[in-house]
């Protein structure tokens, strides 16, 4: 099968990592498929990777990071992704599998930030260059599960430290965007076990696969 690129979404605390992984070792063993890189987004390059602390950590006692400031160094990070790792990756083959992608700043930055919905746009065509997913899979859980999955990690980040309400419009804003979309998005329920949603991922996947052989 020619290439592919498939991106996990979902609230902090959903389990994408986990899952990004498992379907990279899921890929190889029964299907074979051997060239697969992965990917994380902010990051995934030098640049992308100190854009990402910043974005994560960055800010001061005198000084916060704008809403808009954070914005402009997601896509930053996700053009250097973007152009120095995916699409080459892609046109060598490879498969692609993405914790986070485009979608997570539509969410988090356009629904939990309340960022201009025109700048979104705007930053997406140019950056993204019309490179979307051929599959993205929502692991969905509610924002008080995504809170206090989170809320035991040693060390939280700037967006991990948000409120309630935060993740809250996130969410919402994701459920909005899925359901306007006329890209190929799953949603699942992660409020299980970590096992059973890779089950279910595992169980889409093959249907997914089966019937891109069939074309």
């Not at 930030?113 to 509610?142: A, C, Q, W």
Request: hydrophobic share 40%.
């Amino acid at each position: 099968m020619n290439s592919k690129f498939i991106v996990v979404e979902g609230l902090d605390g959903s389990g994408k990592t986990t899952v990004v992984y498992a379907i990279k070792r899921y890929l190889y063993k029964k299907y074979g498929i051997v060239k697969i890189t992965t990917t994380r987004d902010p990051g995934g390059t030098a640049v992308a990777d100190l854009l990402r602390t910043l974005i994560k950590y960055g800010g001061y006692a005198d000084e916060s990071v704008h809403d808009i400031s954070e914005l402009l160094m997601i896509y930053a990070a996700r053009f250097q992704l973007v152009t120095n790792v995916i699409k080459p990756a892609l046109s060598q083959g490879y498969w692609v599998i993405g914790d986070r992608y485009n979608l997570s700043s539509q969410a988090y930055q356009g629904g939990g930030r309340g960022v201009d919905e025109l700048l979104l746009k705007i930053l997406s065509k140019k950056i993204m260059d019309f490179l979307s997913p051929n599959l993205t899979l929502y692991l969905d859980i509610s924002p008080e599960i995504s809170v206090s999955r989170i809320k035991n990690r040693m060390f939280l980040d700037r967006i991990e430290k948000e409120s309630l309400i935060f993740f809250r419009k996130v969410r919402s804003c994701y459920w909005e965007l899925i359901s306007d979309s006329t890209e190929k998005i799953i949603v699942i329920d992660a409020s299980q076990s970590l096992y059973s949603v890779c089950r279910i991922v595992f169980k889409f996947l093959d249907w997914w696969l089966q019937d891109l052989l069939r074309v």
